[in-house]
């Protein structure tokens, strides 16, 4: 946004937007708080031209209300009770200063440096050497901290300029060049609603990748609900794309609508399942997650829980909350969404941890269902009782159609976790839904049947720390020749194995009261339980 700063007596005493002939006390309130913005100078009396912007990375953290940085910048300069918090964000760069003499334009940016006024980057180039320039600045945009849509080029000598002259409406010694191809068309494959840490939901189009202004596109903003709605988009719509301002890619237009299914929004917020909220912010109605905080919280530890689970190197707690705040990442499914041009954008990513953290994701493009169900977050499934569901259904179909009665048949089951696994599956259709979509869910693989083994009929249970082997370990033994693992001491348990190094467990306690009251089941050492276990390899082999 232009604006003109004017130092009285050296110090900044009144700033207005050009153009618009907005000047006044907020605007001026509002610019000495920019950061980095000299309130004195060492010059008496000075006009200085330039812009006000925000850098992107700064946009990037509170940009889910705002269509670009330009509106933002705009409509935080021109607030009347200004948002001190929000004023950080913003940047000044000057382009021109006025009530000095120059020989040279290069003299004048100097000596903005000098009175340690922030610049617009210029370089000095030869006549020839300016197609070469422009190009350069062309490819380089998308590293830049700002969004431009062109450079200006102007002579050097200030005696060119009074030569050349101006025309009614602009100078001849300045020439804007504006970029080249920054709309394109592709076809709409999905729409995903981003939740932002501050619980505002925004529709983002997954189109099929394109190439603007030489980035290759896969994902453009949809701005709000009010666009959303607005565009009335279908799988498979025909749309224009355009790079508003040269970084930020926007669905300008349907072309072509389609006859796919029309996309809706979600009633409910897609990240912690809560209510959502319509809400009016200025010209436009938004999608917000009724419980912001609790959502943000929720949120994290699934995205993390699923990553760890699946083994997902790279994706810790600090790249995963940069990708929420890029928008990249709102729930499970989005990890499968991720495309090389998402990473790209992300700060500070460099291009091989790109494609380690891409290659990641396409490892668990098949997941075998144990993983799944653990990766799923259901309460109190984790590794073993995910694994018992596994072993028992086979399948995810089979174990979404189980009721509470078929999970309470399996030892080990209590009636707290049946109805926590098939309520939470329920509560998670849509994200399990979701993740098929993206994800293949292998069957757990075929046993042998439990009585087959030289150990059918036999169970086993675990107290204190073994010698020789890690629990798992033991409990793999025992299954792998047929036993039975439970997670308890019950009646119907066979033996109870004590590590060697124990303290007195509720398990020991209670098993040594089954005893006394004459149920089957013994107490063994470590030792005997090695033994029990060579025995039964022998009788098996
Ligand atoms: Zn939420």
């Given at each position: 946004?232009?604006?003109?700063?004017?130092?009285?007596?050296?110090?900044?005493?009144?700033?207005?937007?050009?153009?618009?002939?907005?000047?006044?006390?907020?605007?001026?309130?509002?610019?000495?708080?920019?950061?980095?913005?000299?309130?004195?100078?060492?010059?008496?009396?000075?006009?200085?031209?330039?812009?006000?912007?925000?850098?992107?990375?700064?946009?990037?953290?509170?940009?889910?209300?705002?269509?670009?940085?330009?509106?933002?910048?705009?409509?935080?300069?021109?607030?009347?009770?200004?948002?001190?918090?929000?004023?950080?964000?913003?940047?000044f760069a000057a382009w021109e200063l006025v009530d000095e003499d120059f020989e040279t334009d290069a003299e004048r940016?100097?000596?903005?440096?000098?009175?340690?006024?922030?610049?617009?980057?210029?370089?000095?180039?030869?006549?020839?050497?300016?197609?070469?320039?422009?190009?350069?600045?062309?490819?380089?945009?998308?590293?830049?901290?700002?969004?431009?849509?062109?450079?200006?080029?102007?002579?050097?000598?200030?005696?060119?300029?009074?030569?050349?002259?101006?025309?009614?409406?602009?100078?001849?010694?300045?020439?804007?060049?504006?970029?080249?191809?920054?709309?394109?068309?592709?076809?709409?494959?999905?729409?995903?609603?981003?939740?932002?840490?501050?619980?505002?939901?925004?529709?983002?189009?997954?189109?099929?990748?394109?190439?603007?202004?030489?980035?290759?596109?896969?994902?453009?903003?949809?701005?709000?609900?009010?666009?959303?709605?607005?565009?009335?988009?279908?799988?498979?719509?025909?749309?224009?794309?355009?790079?508003?301002?040269?970084?930020?890619?926007?669905?300008?237009?349907?072309?072509?609508?389609?006859?796919?299914?029309?996309?809706?929004?979600?009633?409910?917020?897609?990240?912690?399942?809560?209510?959502?909220?319509?809400?009016?912010?200025?010209?436009?109605?938004?999608?917000?997650?009724?419980?912001?905080?609790?959502?943000?919280?929720?949120?994290?530890?699934?995205?993390?829980?699923?990553?760890?689970?699946?083994?997902?190197?790279?994706?810790?707690?600090?790249?995963?909350?940069?990708?929420?705040?890029?928008?990249?990442?709102?729930?499970?499914?989005?990890?499968?969404?991720?495309?090389?041009?998402?990473?790209?954008?992300?700060?500070?990513?460099?291009?091989?941890?790109?494609?380690?953290?891409?290659?990641?994701?396409?490892?668990?493009?098949?997941?075998?269902?144990?993983?799944?169900?653990?990766?799923?977050?259901?309460?109190?499934?984790?590794?073993?009782?995910?694994?018992?569901?596994?072993?028992?259904?086979?399948?995810?179909?089979?174990?979404?159609?189980?009721?509470?009665?078929?999970?309470?048949?399996?030892?080990?089951?209590?009636?707290?976790?049946?109805?926590?696994?098939?309520?939470?599956?329920?509560?998670?259709?849509?994200?399990?839904?979701?993740?098929?979509?993206?994800?293949?869910?292998?069957?757990?693989?075929?046993?042998?049947?439990?009585?087959?083994?030289?150990?059918?009929?036999?169970?086993?249970?675990?107290?204190?720390?073994?010698?020789?082997?890690?629990?798992?370990?033991?409990?793999?033994?025992?299954?792998?020749?047929?036993?039975?693992?439970?997670?308890?001491?019950?009646?119907?348990?066979?033996?109870?194995?004590?590590?060697?190094?124990?303290?007195?467990?509720?398990?020991?306690?209670?098993?040594?009261?089954?005893?006394?009251?004459?149920?089957?089941?013994?107490?063994?050492?470590?030792?005997?339980?090695?033994?029990?276990?060579?025995?039964?390899?022998?009788?098996?082999?």
């Open positions: 946004m232009a604006m003109a700063l004017h130092y009285v007596g050296g110090r900044l005493v009144l700033a207005g937007t050009r153009g618009s002939g907005t000047v006044g006390e907020d605007v001026t309130r509002n610019v000495l708080a920019i950061p980095g913005l000299p309130h004195r100078i060492d010059a008496d009396r000075l006009e200085v031209r330039g812009e006000v912007y925000m850098p992107l990375s700064n946009f990037r953290k509170v940009q889910d209300e705002f269509a670009n940085p330009r509106n933002l910048t705009a409509g935080t300069l021109k607030q009347k009770e200004g948002d001190r918090e929000r004023l950080k964000l913003l940047a940016f100097a000596r903005l440096d000098a009175l340690g006024i922030p610049t617009v980057e210029t370089r000095i180039v030869p006549r020839q050497g300016l197609e070469a320039a422009i190009s350069e600045w062309s490819e380089r945009r998308d590293e830049l901290d700002m969004e431009i849509d062109g450079i200006v080029v102007r002579a050097n000598r200030i005696a060119e300029h009074l030569r050349l002259g101006n025309t009614e409406h602009h100078p001849r010694w300045a020439v804007a060049f504006k970029f080249q191809g920054e709309s394109g068309q592709t076809h709409v494959e999905d729409v995903l609603w981003s939740v932002s840490r501050n619980g505002t939901i925004t529709p983002v189009a997954l189109v099929s990748p394109i190439t603007l202004s030489g980035a290759t596109i896969s994902r453009a903003s949809l701005a709000n609900l009010s666009r959303f709605e607005e565009l009335g988009l279908r799988r498979g719509s025909l749309v224009e794309v355009t790079r508003r301002g040269g970084v930020i890619p926007y669905v300008e237009r349907v072309l072509d609508e389609g006859d796919g299914p029309r996309f809706e929004p979600p009633d409910h917020c897609p990240s912690c399942g809560g209510p959502v909220e319509r809400r009016r912010i200025r010209e436009a109605e938004f999608l917000v997650c009724a419980n912001p905080e609790s959502c943000t919280v929720a949120r994290m530890r699934d995205l993390e829980h699923f990553a760890r689970v699946l083994d997902m190197k790279g994706f810790g707690p600090k790249t995963l909350e940069r990708m929420m705040d890029a928008g990249l990442i709102s729930t499970p499914e989005d990890f499968f969404r991720l495309r090389r041009a998402d990473l790209a954008a992300l700060e500070r990513l460099g291009e091989k941890s790109a494609e380690n953290l891409l290659s990641e994701v396409e490892r668990n493009r098949e997941i075998p269902l144990a993983k799944f169900l653990e990766a799923l977050g259901l309460p109190h499934v984790g590794p073993k009782y995910a694994r018992i569901l596994a072993e028992r259904f086979g399948t995810l179909e089979a174990l979404r159609k189980a009721r509470p009665e078929d999970l309470l048949a399996i030892e080990g089951i209590s009636e707290i976790i049946a109805n926590a696994v098939v309520e939470g599956l329920a509560e998670r259709s849509e994200r399990i839904d979701g993740l098929l979509r993206h994800v293949r869910v292998l069957p757990h693989r075929e046993r042998k049947r439990s009585s087959d083994g030289p150990l059918a009929g036999k169970s086993f249970v675990f107290t204190g720390t073994l010698s020789r082997m890690t629990r798992e370990e033991a409990q793999a033994a025992v299954r792998e020749l047929g036993g039975e693992t439970p997670s308890g001491v019950s009646r119907k348990l066979s033996y109870l194995v004590v590590g060697a190094e124990h303290r007195p467990s509720s398990k020991l306690r209670k098993a040594q009261a089954l005893v006394e009251q004459g149920a089957p089941l013994q107490i063994v050492d470590e030792d005997t339980f090695y033994r029990l276990l060579d025995e039964a390899r022998r009788a098996g082999s």
